[in-house]
């Protein structure tokens, strides 16, 4: 995975960019109707119910736009909330407020959407080794968002993007000519490079599996659209060679089942492509 210096710079980036975004020269109806020296105060209140996330982001783009505003936090990333809950108060110059308004709203609901999906998946894990896990879908330019939010969430992150870790998929096998070629090829390469990365294969039967066990030093098995049967075969086959992960349209009413197979992760698209932003909104006091 990324480092956490990197992972912060993807944060500024966002953040630059959502104010390019939305300020552009000016916010001119704040500008126009607000006086330069006017205080204010809101408040972050919750109108649905599940698991808030980005409160810790909510802070850094207030301080971005004012390093004068103060937020005062009542509710904390990964907690639960409900209808008519305040999460924080937000206090400075009103121009402010204004300014960091929708890009705080924007990002917090969307955040909370993914903690509150992944919390939900990570629950129906509960008693087995399984964890959950994203991928790379993910909305283009705010991925180090989704994926905090999926941390926040209680899910674990895969690989962040191409360059920190190998996975190598059903089209990069094909290509190279078959497992063995396009394992062999990546130790080379890495070594050539001297990039210690880990690499992931991905089977697409249980033939396949034994030629990745083959070739040494994988460090995780993804067993990709497997019926339960078969996952259950994947894994004893594996045993404690390599780490084993499940995936391909696995949904809420069958991820129990693939965990219960005894596999180590399960990955989910769904928890970043599939959600609806829990309403929020930001209401002066």
């Given at each position: 995975m990324i480092s956490e210096e990197q992972f912060n710079k993807e944060l500024a980036i966002i953040i630059a960019n959502a104010l390019r975004e939305d300020i552009g020269d000016g916010d001119h109806t704040s500008l126009s109707?607000?006086?330069?020296?006017?205080?204010?105060?809101?408040?972050?209140?919750?109108?649905d119910e599940g698991i808030i996330a980005g409160v810790d982001f909510a802070k850094m783009v207030f301080n971005a736009?004012?390093?004068?505003?103060?937020?005062?936090?009542?509710?904390n990333d990964g907690e639960?909330?409900?209808?008519?809950?305040?999460?924080?108060?937000?206090?400075?110059?009103?121009?402010?407020?204004?300014?960091a308004e929708r890009i705080v709203l924007n990002s917090m609901q969307r955040m909370s959407a993914i903690a509150t999906k992944t919390r939900?998946?990570?629950?129906?894990?509960?008693?087995?080794?399984?964890?959950?896990?994203?991928?790379?879908?993910?909305t283009p330019g705010i991925r180090a968002?989704?994926?905090?939010?999926?941390?926040?969430?209680?899910?674990?992150?895969?690989?962040?993007?191409?360059?920190?870790?190998?996975?190598?998929k059903d089209n990069h096998i094909d290509f190279a000519g078959g497992i063995t070629q396009a394992i062999t090829k990546t130790k080379k390469y890495l070594?050539?490079?001297?990039?210690?990365?880990?690499?992931?294969?991905?089977?697409?039967?249980?033939?396949?599996?034994?030629?990745?066990?083959?070739?040494?030093?994988?460090?995780?098995?993804?067993?990709d659209n497997f019926n339960y049967e078969d996952t259950r075969k994947a894994?004893?086959?594996?045993?404690?060679?390599?780490?084993?992960?499940?995936?391909g349209g696995i949904t809420d009413k069958t991820i129990r089942k693939y965990a219960d197979c005894g596999v180590d992760?399960?990955?989910?698209?769904?928890?970043?492509?599939?959600?609806?932003?829990?309403?929020l909104s930001l209401k002066a006091v």
């Open positions: 109707c607000i006086p330069a020296d006017a205080q204010g105060k809101a408040k972050l209140l919750v109108k736009v004012d390093e004068d505003l103060k937020v005062e936090t009542l509710i639960k909330v409900k209808y008519g809950d305040i999460v924080f108060y937000v206090s400075g110059k009103s121009q402010s407020i204004l300014q939900f998946f990570a629950d129906l894990l509960k008693g087995t080794k399984t964890k959950v896990l994203d991928t790379r879908k993910t968002l989704e994926k905090w939010a999926v941390k926040i969430g209680g899910g674990e992150n895969h690989r962040f993007a191409l360059y920190d870790m190998v996975m190598i070594a050539d490079k001297n990039l210690d990365i880990k690499i992931i294969v991905e089977a697409r039967s249980l033939e396949e599996i034994k030629e990745i066990l083959e070739n040494k030093g994988v460090y995780r098995i993804l067993i894994v004893k086959l594996i045993g404690n060679q390599c780490l084993t992960e499940s995936s992760f399960i990955s989910s698209g769904a928890l970043t492509h599939s959600v609806y932003n829990l309403d």
